[in-house]
């Protein structure tokens, strides 16, 4: 009886809003509803499917502020998503906010370096944009249809990170009550994205790996980087990836990469793939140990993006090579990797020259299990070899087991991001690998002091998370924004 | 795709997905939206990936199939736009097109009785009247050049597109200039792409099967094709669901026009100037990547200039004309008078095009005195030479 009550409820609601902001722009068919049913990780049996009432796709702010409204005063949950949601676990009988078709880029600041944007904007959207400005932004490892908002605000791996912590500057902010506010300097009549905060405190950092809990993004200024007379992609090849680190961390010291990735050799040589390269090189790769390289194939690659005046760059890749040595690896030269590894070096001129995505093909292989920790330089080292003889007992059924690792901020925080590519069916098997995810997540924040990057369980952060559920209260006191998300246990507050 | 293909076998191709709608846009930096139904509500739902989570969700018993299932996989417009640009699919082995498993879903809704009401329920009612959906061909090659010692054969069975007949009547005079002996394969019957795109699959076997006895023993002369869906289907399915097919050489008719004018067999006339937009079809770009022949072709015409227009080739926008279902209102039409805009927008004279379907599509949508400003690239070279 209640059930039918809230059915009919929602089909109430469903129809207010057609009519506050147009039909065609809400949908409530059983195709839609199901197709936004598991959008975890794509169509995966391993998590709960869970059925939106009906599935928003606004054109406006001002749409948002009506769905937000409308879900408020029925109280019915929220999820916001954009093209390629796939932390995000949504809720039953919900509504799926779809921001992809607000996808403007919006403003293309030059001289200050930011772009305004909205939600639904994609990488390859804004890579595409940003063409011919100038500048250039952050690409992640992610596909290029990936919102740029979405990487930036779960704070996920991306280039350029060598300097900052957060590509965020600014963001527009829906409330479930209807308020829209602005985190950064936009907030004040006239004046542009260029300061996140101040005079009042960092509100864009409470939007940041908050999964959409805390309110509705409806607009976002994000940094973007000059692009410079010269740049040039230099790599070095390391036998471990304790030395690769020292590496990357003696050239942060001493101010010489605009940015610098380590890879081990299963992911270098996997991930910029093109499709016809999978029944090739990716059968040597499934059958190897990710331990022993092949004679002559480095276990860590890093790739470091020099970039200035051409002069600047010239006497940067020598102190590269002088770096690499100190650090006992060795300068790979262009035509060495060229002629070694084609298809890495593909990978990086598409990814630094024309600075956007390769789309990672090796995700075909299997269902992505992944975990990622920032940890010190330091514990980064104990935390790699940590993680990777942890995936490697599960054998090479998971192969290739793929990570990087890149510094924030100048060095004082690694991420090492390290998957496997399980076989999708596999749920047992996947379902194991959880396990051990969650035992690692544990293991490595008591010993190396390895900070998850994803939520792990609101027990673990204490007061921190008492305060935030307190704030959480007050913005969104009948819980309706990203319910099951992951900032909190599922459900409740 | 094998005829005996079911859905539990493309689970794991389908599971791939990330559904990050890289199926719906053209290639970087452009970007060009290029999946119709997407274009016209963009949505998870109407991409490709949208489709294989549909599939997905079939399976997982979250759905069932109904009318509205059928009008749904009907209203993607097949013009594979997915599978040109989905990396990440096409890199999973056994590779299955996104398109073909939306033909299975089609297939699977057909084999439960739904069929989207109109054009797709006129053809199935065909099929299952006649078990065929062909008709009878008037394409009559003229005595001077038909030779059965020819090395060539005119693949010329279509005649189901509505402007299919007079292009074939023009096609014939054109090998009557150029001259060439040439000979006929088949007088009636469909070759099947129709009964594949559109999951009539159990009468297609027996009837790919009758084509390829007759077909045999000319395989090893070169086939030529006007409808660019006939060739695609013959060059690229045949072999997976034939097992005895063999290879066969093949031409699209733009090819044969452009060799001509290169042998000097065709010669242009100067008929004044006039600026035309070539539509490249979907079949006969992104199915058999024939892009140049009709520009050669184009370029070989006196006083003809070609002004492409903003999505071409490999990123051409369709026409819709196979958009069957009803999912989405007016999808075909739309799609269409999307496509006039961007021609519109070139200021040429004339829309040329190298598929029946896609000039019946267009001439559908324009008024009564526009028409004739669609025309078939044959139609073209006749006036010209």
Known sequence: MLAKKESNEKEVACQELREAIGAEKVRDDEITRVTYGRIRHGFDRMWPFRKPCFVVFPETREDVVETLK???????????????????????????????????????????????????????????????????????????????LGQGLSRGSQSFTTRYLNVILDLEVVLPNGTVFSTGSSHFENVGSHLRYGPYPDLAGLYTCAYGAMGVITKAAIRIHPVNEASRIHFAGFDNYSDAVDYVK????????????????????????????????MPKILESDVREPPEGTPYNMVSTLLSGYKEQVDVYEKICAKVAKKCHGSVLSDEEVEKRFPATLAGFNQQYGDFHYREAVHWSKGRFAGWYVFAEPKDIKEVEKFAVNELTKFGKTINPISYYSHPFDFGRSFLLRIAGFPDPDDIELRMKIGKKFDEMYDLALKRYGAVPIRPIGSDRAGTYMQVLRSIKKTLDPNNILNRDAGLFEEGEL | MKLTTTLEDVQATASRCLRDARCTYGSWPENQPLCPIYWHDPSFSFSGGGYLFTVLALLDNKIDFDQSMADYAFSCSSCRACDSNCSLIRSHTPYVDILDIIRLLRREAVKRGFVPEGPAMKIYEKVKGNGDYGEVSEFKLPPGISSDEAETVMFAECSHAGPQKEISEVVVRLLEKIGNPVTQFAEKGCCGSTLYDFGFWEQLEPLAKAHWETMKPMKDKTFIFINPHCQEFVVNRYPEILPDFSTVDNQHFSQVLADAFKDGKLKSKNKGTIKVSYHDPCYLGRGLQIYDAPREVLASLEGVELVEMERNRENSFCCGARTLGNYVPNLAEDTAKERIKEFEATSADLLITACAYCKGMFQQVLPDKDKDRVKDLAELVEERT
Request: glycine fraction near 10%; charged fraction near 20%.
């Open chain 1, 70 to 148: 409308l879900a408020n005063r029925y109280k019915i949950p929220v999820t916001s998503v954009g093209t390629a949601a796939i932390v995000l676990g949504t809720t039953e009988g919900g509504i799926i906010l779809d921001q992809r078709r607000r996808d403007k880029v919006i403003e293309i600041n030059t001289d200050s370096g930011y772009a305004v944007i909205e939600p639904g904007v994609s990488f390859d959207k804004l890579t595409s944009a940003l063409r011919g400005t100038g500048y250039k932004c952050s690409v992640g490892t992610m596909p290029g249809p990936g919102t740029v």
């Open chain 1, 250 to 281: 003696d050239l942060i010291n001493n101010n010489i990469p605009e940015h610098t990735f380590i890879w081990d050799w299963h992911m270098y040589l996997s991930w910029p793939l093109a499709s016809s390269d999978m029944d090739t090189v």
